[in-house]
């Protein structure tokens, strides 16, 4: 079920139209759903029942904190990727024991203010991180608990630039290295090994991918128990594809993808950590902008957008489709009008599409961008001096703005003028 509907000839998102959102707030803006954050949520806490499991939800992909107090409400654990996303989902009111740490570069700062401030476990990608780790939490004279992220050397069948689990990636240890550190992890004072890790990469839309990683996984697990180590805890990673346009063929469902892990590694008693972003986020967002022109070119007619790769960078970094459709709903019988949709940014990479039919439209029109949710508001910049896009969210039949837009006083007080100048 989607909650981004026409209703009335208007483009809702649950109760509330559009129209009056792009009124009070100004265009452009992300505004979300709350019934499908928390509908996305369910899908997974479903497909991995009755075995113990968290949850843990990717929050790089969507942080805002009112987001995450959502998710966090509903017993979703955290998965952050810095100290800056650990003070997030604090922030959000998680406590310490449902957050997760990932990430290849984790400062020291960073571990002291997870070990300080609580954590449920690091995952860990390399020996120095591994050192590191012990020397900082030694120091405070705590533990740190830890998973290794081990890289199982398979091939994600996705975009290069979202594949993390091939062997010439940054990400993890090569997984036939991976009993030597572990046996270094038991030695180190200040760890303590509780589980193995494993992210093979985002937007995946085959299930042969994670069952290869996960039958690697399963394996090391034997290995490692074998070896001593108390393995009690599996974090899958997140990657779960989502379907970018309406006619495109669905990717794996959340209830398969569960039957898959319950396949793999069901029978070992482990606790099962995932770590879904997009699929939670992604189709929960739209980003919705106005037409400032119409520009017919040569053999071609442009729709100039108040939203540019800065607000939405995913088309121009990695060739994203995203469906675009008017906010006002065409009538049945009228033509498509074929447009290369772009902002207003001076790169030749902002275009959202090229040669894209849409509903012919005007200048003052609204269209939404869908699936926009996931590695939308998060990557957004100041890029042309446009203010950072602002962020709604929308339950039953209120909204709220959950991030203001700045204004150009509070972007310009950012900079200062040195007394020497
Ligand atoms: C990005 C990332 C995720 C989330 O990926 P999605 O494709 O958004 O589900 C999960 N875990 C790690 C370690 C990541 O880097």
């Not at 740190?144 to 091939?166: S, W």
């Not at 009228?334 to 959202?352: H, L, M, Q, R, S």
């Amino acid at each position: 079920m989607d909650h981004f509907l026409y209703k009335n000839g208007t483009l809702h998102a649950e109760d509330v139209a559009l129209t009056d959102i792009a009124a009070s707030v100004g265009t452009p803006f992300y505004v979300y759903s709350a019934a499908t954050l928390t509908r996305h949520y369910h899908l997974f806490t479903e497909a991995l029942s009755p075995l113990p499991h968290m949850v843990c939800f990717a929050i790089k992909s969507l942080s805002n904190v009112a987001v995450l107090k959502l998710l966090g409400d509903l017993g979703a654990g955290m998965d952050v990727v810095s100290g800056g996303e650990y003070r997030r989902a604090r922030a959000a009111g998680v406590p310490g024991d449902r957050i997760v740490f990932s990430g290849v570069g984790k400062t020291r700062e960073e571990m002291r203010l997870a070990l300080t401030g609580g954590i449920r476990q690091f995952n860990v990608e390399s020996e120095p991180e591994l050192r590191a780790l012990s020397e900082v939490a030694t120091s405070l004279g705590l533990s740190a608990p830890i998973t290794i992220r081990v890289n199982p050397d398979v091939d994600a069948k996705t975009h290069a630039k979202i594949a993390t689990g091939k062997s010439e990636n940054k990400f993890g240890i090569p997984i036939a290295r991976a009993r030597e550190v572990y046996a270094e992890a038991a030695r180190l004072p200040g760890i303590e090994v509780i589980g193995v890790d494993v992210h093979i990469g985002s937007q995946l839309t085959e299930l042969a991918p994670f069952e290869q990683a996960y039958l690697k996984v399963a394996d090391l697990t034997r290995q490692l128990r074998a070896d001593g180590h108390n393995i009690r805890r599996l974090d899958l990673g997140g990657g779960l594809g989502i379907p970018y346009t309406r006619s495109n063929e669905a990717p794996p469902l959340p209830m398969d993808y569960g039957a898959l892990i319950k396949r793999t590694v069901g029978d070992l008693g482990c606790e099962i950590e995932i770590e879904p972003g997009r699929l939670i986020s992604g189709n929960a967002g739209l980003l919705v902008a106005s037409v400032i022109y119409v520009k017919n070119g040569e053999g071609r007619d442009f729709l100039i957008l108040d939203a540019a790769m800065n607000d939405l960078v995913r088309p121009s970094m990695y060739d994203a489709h995203h469906d675009i459709v008017p906010v006002i709903e065409p009538a049945p019988a009228v033509e498509a009008a074929v447009y290369d949709v772009v902002g207003p940014v001076c790169e030749t990479g902002d275009t959202f599409a090229k040669g894209r039919p849409v509903a012919p439209l005007g200048e003052g029109d609204l269209v939404a961008f869908r699936s926009a949710g996931a590695y939308g508001a998060v990557m957004a910049s100041e890029y042309n001096t446009r203010p950072l896009v602002p962020e709604v969210l929308v339950g039953g039949d209120h909204f709220a703005v959950i991030r203001q837009r700045p204004t150009f006083d509070e972007i310009l007080n950012r900079d200062t003028i040195p007394s020497w100048l």
